[in-house]
């Protein structure tokens, strides 16, 4: 029998409240604190960006980090992702942006949606999509009118979105805050006083979409009224924003670190990580958010970089896979717990300062009752201290927070950890040694045997061009692909001063980077690999080279493109030259001369879902560079 209206209608107001869709909020913000429907609030944060997952893990993700003590879930938004190709918008899958804030609403938890629409992110070109630099007369970043324009497009789109989808609190949905821009402050000084204009712009732009939600600046010291400036950063406890009408936000706390190939994995200590929120708290913060919270995979090609890797676990409390990674994200959730015990306290006053020695502080909230809550910190790192607080006597190990929600009692320590700690179990899939042919892992995974696809050397596609002189890549891909060969025709007599005997030369490539493969007549002659630091290539290998025609091929690859720096956008990849031909008596330069170019691969065109182009073999194809099958017809 179905319950009677009025308890039906009481029934679905309790389960919309759950959902925190109850009914529009009003969302300000003063000095201390954000203001939600007139209430300030105590805010613990996480990022998790929804394509760096499947749409099957954001409501598993987000159940770990509502039980991780969560309260907000922040997202970049990606333009690259959403609007591949200008006017073109894709919001399928993994870019369901509104499907993902649904589902954090449906757990009940609130939305930092930071837009951008430049995110950084170690996302491929910070989120810009490469078409925008195509754009006749576009300055990225600056007070220029085509970067305005699309900007501003993009931001609104984001925006109606959500307005129609009824997502903003102030319709009812789970974003209480809104990013534009993204540490602009860090770089502005490089675009002169048109930064200052360009922010500016950004600011009123972003308001007047009228989201009905504060919006946020982070790393901007001069963000403009009623933007907030924010933090972001290892620690943020000194961090004041630019007016004493702000509240003290911190937008990213990196709970590790991004991995690039080829470097170290990173890790953060949980008991470092604790103490810069507790020492946040202590200071007067009220709104933290971990980046990442989970930081997942850098699924297709979009990674930033370069030489981001594809995983983006980032040694976050919920790991690549979706796995609670212990003690991170136990001891974590201990401490959000214990801020919370503090919640009243912490939103009714600011804190009172009290020194109890050398490196060792006390913080005090107290409400007009009485309510009390402290903070007090050992910020030595090397010797633990013993203090007297309130005419009690407290250990406090080094470099650490102890909480103290009703003035008297510990109930945490940053640097205690008491939660459970667990080791996960990794099932590998066949992995091989350089020397053997034996598994080193062996996995739960049967194989029936290895299939690969054969991609010629050179030239082999009949959309390629021919130019005179070397070609930047990105300018000449627009990043359709990572791949772009760069192939010539050398005559030689065999008398040629670049020989060292009738055959023998030194082949040497400079290259912007980030890989190159180099090949003479069908046959790898040498690689070269950049890095994270120096992205640089410089080959210079000895090649065999035969009288008559000889066909040197160069492919030059990108691995992520450029993220982060002031004019990122215009860091150029592929081969610039000098391509040089070096003997004992002379050399030649073929810079200038005229090139064959290949956009992207054979593979890439026939698709890896072709079964028809896949090769069987039962044993692991290795140390084989690209085969060339056809270079006779050459
Ligand atoms: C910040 C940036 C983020 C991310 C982070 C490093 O400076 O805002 O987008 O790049 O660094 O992971």
Not at 376 to 391: E, H, I, R
Not at 563 to 578: E, K, R
Request: charged share 20%; glycine share 8%; with cysteine.
């Amino acid at each position: 029998m179905a319950p009677p209206p009025l308890l039906q209608f009481l029934l679905l107001l309790l389960l919309c409240c759950d959902l925190q869709l109850c009914a529009a909020a009003n969302v300000s913000y003063d000095h201390r604190a954000l203001v939600v429907d007139g209430s300030r609030r105590v805010l613990i944060s996480g990022s998790i960006h929804y394509p760096r997952s499947t749409p099957e893990m954001w409501p598993d993700l987000i159940d770990k980090s509502k039980d991780g003590g969560l309260d907000v879930i922040e997202t970049y938004v990606f333009w690259n992702l959403h609007e591949p190709v200008q006017g073109q918008y894709d919001f399928e899958g993994r870019k369901d942006l509104v499907r993902f804030v649904k589902t954090v609403a449906s757990a009940g938890l609130y939305v930092h949606l930071r837009i951008g629409p430049y995110v950084c992110a170690e996302w491929n070109y910070g989120g810009f999509p490469v078409w925008l630099h195509f754009i006749p007369g576009i300055k990225f970043r600056t007070d220029n009118e085509p970067f305005k324009r699309e900007m501003q497009r993009f931001t609104a789109k984001i925006v109606d979105m959500m307005k129609q989808e009824k997502l903003y609190a102030s319709q009812g949905g789970p974003i209480i805050l809104s990013q534009i821009e993204n540490e602009y402050g860090n770089v502005d000084e490089h675009y002169g006083p048109a930064a200052k204009t360009y922010i500016n712009w950004s600011a009123s732009m972003a308001t007047s979409l009228d989201t009905g939600v504060p919006w946020v600046m982070c790393q901007q010291s001069d963000a403009p009224d009623p933007i907030i400036n924010t933090c972001n950063g290892f620690y943020c406890d000194q961090f004041t924003p630019n007016s004493n009408q702000k509240p003290k936000i911190w937008t990213e706390n990196w709970s590790g670190w991004f991995l690039d190939f080829g470097g170290r994995v990173p890790y953060r200590p949980v008991e470092d990580l604790a103490f810069s929120v507790a020492r946040f708290f202590q200071r007067g913060g009220t709104f933290q958010n971990y980046y990442m919270y989970h930081g997942g995979t850098n699924f297709g090609r979009s990674s930033g970089g370069p030489f981001i890797s594809t995983s983006y676990d980032y040694d976050a409390p919920i790991d690549e896979y979706g796995i609670v990674r212990q003690p991170k994200w136990g001891h974590l959730r201990d401490l959000h717990k214990a801020i919370k015990l503090c919640e009243k306290a912490l939103i009714a006053t600011d804190p009172t300062y009290t020194s109890l020695g050398p490196n060792l502080e006390a913080h005090v909230y107290k409400t007009s009752s009485g309510t009390c809550a402290a903070f007090l910190a050992n910020v030595n790192s090397n010797s633990d201290a013993t203090v007297t607080f309130y005419g009690k006597t407290y250990h406090l190990a080094a470099w650490s927070v102890s909480v103290l929600p009703d003035c008297e009692n510990v109930v945490f320590n940053t640097a205690q950890i008491i939660s459970q700690a667990t080791l996960s179990e990794t099932k590998y899939v066949k992995t091989y040694s350089q020397e053997s042919d034996q598994p080193i892992f062996t996995s739960e995974i049967t194989e029936s045997g290895w299939k690969y696809v054969q991609e010629p050397v050179g030239i082999s596609k009949t959309s390629a061009f021919k130019r005179e002189g070397l070609l930047e890549q990105i300018n000449t891909t627009g990043d359709v692909s990572d791949y772009l060969w760069y192939s010539i025709s050398v005559n030689i007599t065999g008398n040629e001063p670049f020989l060292f005997n009738e055959t023998q030369s030194i082949l040497h490539v400079e290259s912007l980077g980030h890989v190159l493969h180099a090949f003479v007549n069908g046959q790898s002659t040498g690689s070269g690999i950049g890095n994270s630091d120096n992205v640089n290539v410089l080959l210079e290998t000895t090649v065999s080279l035969v009288p008559g025609k000889n066909i040197i091929d160069l492919l030059s690859v990108t691995v992520g493109l450029q993220n982060y720096g002031p004019f990122f956008d215009l860091s150029g990849a592929g081969v610039t030259g000098p391509v040089l031909l070096k003997g004992q008596s002379g050399r030649i330069d073929l810079s200038s001369n005229l090139w064959t170019y290949q956009i992207g691969l054979r593979g890439e065109d026939l698709g890896l879902s072709d079964s028809s182009i896949w090769i069987s073999q039962d044993v692991l194809p290795k140390n084989s560079p690209l085969i060339c099958n056809d270079c006779s017809e050459k």
